[in-house]
Every structure is written in C-alpha cells, then in structure tokens.
C-alpha cells in the first residue's frame, strides 16, 4: 500500500536508526525473539513510552516478516499500555471558547467542532469542497496543495445547518472564489498555526488549568500554552457526541475518515449514554447512597427502598441505615 511521506519518515527512523542500534547480525533472515526484545529495551533507554514501542515494533515485525520471519513475539512480550479515553470538550468550555472568540476565530472552533476534520484537513479545505446545498464538505486530494487525505481516501461529511449559514456569510463577506482557502493565514496561504489559534482564544476565555509546563517549558499560566486545548480534541468531540446521540458507528468511521473500525471504536469508551443517568437513579445503589440519616430520603416510599426494606428484614424507618 502506498504511504505518505511523513509515514515513509516515520519508518525510517524505526528501521534505520533504532533497529540498527540494536540489531547486530548481518542478515534479516536470522532475527529472533531476543532481537526482538533487544529492539525493545532499546526504545525504553531512549525514553519512548509503551505506546510508541507498541508501534515501533509493529513496524520491525513487518519486516521482518517480509523477510520469512514471523511468530518471533510470545503474547507477554508486548509492551503494556494504558488505551486512554479520548479528552472532549465539555458544553460549558465550549460556549466560553466561542464568546471570547472573534468571529473569525469562532467560525473556525465550529467548524472543526462540526466537521471532524484532522488538521491538515482544515488547513486545505477550499470553498468548493462545501455544498451549500446539501449541508455537507468533502475532503479531497488537492495535488496543487501537495495534499492527499489520510489513508488516500476521499470522504463527504455532514454540517449542521446553523454551521452552513455561518460559513454562507463568511464567504460572502469575503468575496471568496471556489478555489480560495476556507481558512488561510494572513498571505492566503494553509494555516499552519490553527493549533495555536485554539490555545489563544482558551486563554482569553480564562480556561487554561495554570498548570501546564511544555516540553520547551514555556507554562500556561504565564500564556496561550495550556495542553488541556488542542485542535485535535474537536476531533474527538465530534466522534464521541454523535455515537453519544446515536449515530451508529459505521456511519461515524465514515465521517472520521477511519480504514480501520478499531480506530473509531476507541471513542466508545467515553459513550455517557442518554438514559444512563435514569438506569443509575432508578436502580437499589442510588436508594442506598441517597438514604439520609436523619429526615426523609428522597426515595422513601420507593420500590428499591421497599425491597431495601425486605431485605433488611423489617421497615426502612424502624433503624435508619448510616452511610
């Protein structure tokens, strides 16, 4: 399968840096579990996480596998690593992010919001990429961009209405031609700082933690540099509220872009489901954790009290329960 240069630099590294580092016979064909293992202790002293070891071994056993040599890694040899829940944004951060941004500023935060789009998506999304008319904006290889889509597939994308009138206005309001960028930077050229964009307008809202230290030390208590906001996490919050509403997850792997179902089902393990909060209130647990010492519980007289009560071998208010 034909990769993107960045992937092709990615590998390199792997390959020609850190498996030579560690990897001391001559041929390929001769490689086993310990050079395998050696690879690996080699990763940790350079200080990579499991993750990232995870992948770079990934990629060592398929070449060594082109090379006749497959079956070399025993299932407890795998780095171990923690598959986090994907960080979204919360409503409240959300609406401050958009009063405290310029209107230029909150058209992009809606769009990302809105479409899913992966950085280099947005920075080259042109204006004849959205159809007005069906709601929707596509992303496609723009060769005179040097730009092709992750995993070399072009997709369509759905927008909310409110998110098509927006962009309707901004275009224009600008005059804009089918061609021009959606969101260029001040030359009319991709945008490369959108990222930061994020940061500035989450500072101005008064949302950044006061404790973040960047690997170049600068501290978001002193500036735009709070590693809680990132443009990347619009990403995730797209995912996780269309499954959260219902969307199955075929039609939202489509929408992301994903070859690979697993990538999208990562954003089922942030799912708060709609009727959860009933499940859990009207369950025995809240009648026992709303169960008061002194006065009425709000569940007096309910059934799970009722059963509470059963249980208990006689009525609920004869011996209160303390919790």
């Given at each position: 399968?034909?990769?993107?240069?960045?992937?092709?630099?990615?590998y390199?590294?792997?390959?020609?840096?850190?498996?030579r580092?560690?990897?001391?016979k001559?041929?390929v064909?001769?490689a086993?579990?310990?050079?395998?293992?050696?690879?690996?202790?080699?990763?940790y002293?350079?200080?990579l996480?499991?993750?990232?070891?995870?992948?770079?071994?990934?990629?060592?056993?398929?070449?060594f596998?082109?090379?006749?040599?497959?079956?070399?890694?025993?299932?407890?040899?795998w780095?171990?690593?923690?598959?986090?829940i994907?960080p979204?944004?919360?409503?409240?951060?959300?609406q401050a992010?958009?009063?405290?941004a310029?209107?230029d500023e909150?058209?992009?935060?809606?769009?990302?919001?809105?479409?899913?789009?992966?950085?280099q998506?947005?920075?080259?999304?042109e204006?004849?990429?959205?159809?007005?008319?069906?709601?929707?904006?596509?992303?496609?290889?723009?060769p005179?961009?040097?730009?092709?889509?992750?995993?070399?597939e072009?997709?369509?994308?759905?927008?909310p209405?409110?998110?098509?009138?927006?962009?309707?206005?901004?275009?224009?309001?600008?005059?804009?031609t089918?061609n021009?960028?959606?969101f260029?930077n001040?030359?009319?050229?991709?945008?490369?700082?959108?990222?930061?964009?994020?940061?500035?307008v989450?500072?101005r809202?008064?949302?950044?933690?006061?404790?973040?230290?960047?690997?170049h030390?600068?501290?978001?208590a002193?500036?735009p540099y709070?590693?809680?906001?990132?443009?990347h996490?619009?990403?995730?919050?797209?995912?996780t509220n269309h499954?959260?509403?219902?969307?199955?997850?075929?039609t939202?792997?489509?929408w992301?872009g994903?070859?690979?179902?697993?990538?999208t089902?990562?954003?089922?393990?942030?799912?708060?489901s709609?009727?959860?909060?009933?499940?859990?209130n009207?369950?025995?647990?809240a009648?026992l954790?709303?169960?008061?010492?002194?006065?009425?519980?709000?569940?007096e007289?309910s059934?799970?009290m009722?059963l509470?009560?059963?249980?208990?071998?006689?009525?609920?208010t004869?011996r209160?329960?303390k919790?």
């Amino acid at each position: 399968m034909q990769r993107k240069p960045r992937t092709h630099l990615t590998y390199r590294y792997t390959l020609d840096t850190l498996l030579r580092a560690s990897y001391k016979k001559k041929y390929v064909e001769d490689a086993t579990r310990d050079d395998v293992l050696d690879f690996m202790t080699r990763c940790y002293e350079l200080g990579l996480g499991a993750r990232t070891v995870y992948d770079k071994v990934v990629t060592v056993l398929q070449l060594f596998k082109k090379h006749g040599r497959s079956g070399l890694m025993e299932k407890g040899d795998w780095p171990n690593y923690v598959d986090t829940i994907r960080p979204i944004y919360e409503p409240e951060e959300l609406q401050a992010m958009f009063k405290a941004a310029t209107e230029d500023e909150a058209t992009l935060l809606k769009f990302l919001l809105g479409s899913g789009f992966r950085d280099q998506e947005i920075r080259y999304v042109e204006w004849k990429d959205i159809d007005f008319r069906n709601h929707d904006v596509r992303v496609k290889a723009k060769p005179h961009w040097r730009f092709t889509p992750k995993n070399w597939e072009e997709r369509v994308v759905p927008l909310p209405t409110g998110l098509i009138e927006r962009l309707r206005k901004r275009k224009e309001a600008r005059g804009a031609t089918p061609n021009q960028l959606v969101f260029p930077n001040g030359r009319g050229k991709a945008d490369s700082e959108m990222d930061m964009v994020v940061k500035r307008v989450a500072e101005r809202a008064k949302l950044n933690c006061k404790q973040c230290v960047t690997e170049h030390g600068n501290k978001c208590a002193e500036g735009p540099y709070c590693m809680n906001f990132f443009l990347h996490k619009f990403r995730h919050t797209f995912a996780t509220n269309h499954l959260r509403d219902g969307v199955d997850i075929r039609t939202v792997q489509a929408w992301l872009g994903h070859r690979d179902i697993k990538s999208t089902m990562v954003y089922l393990k942030g799912i708060r489901s709609k009727d959860a909060a009933q499940k859990v209130n009207s369950g025995e647990l809240a009648a026992l954790v709303a169960w008061k010492t002194k006065g009425k519980s709000n569940y007096e007289g309910s059934p799970q009290m009722r059963l509470f009560s059963i249980l208990r071998g006689k009525t609920a208010t004869e011996r209160p329960l303390k919790v």
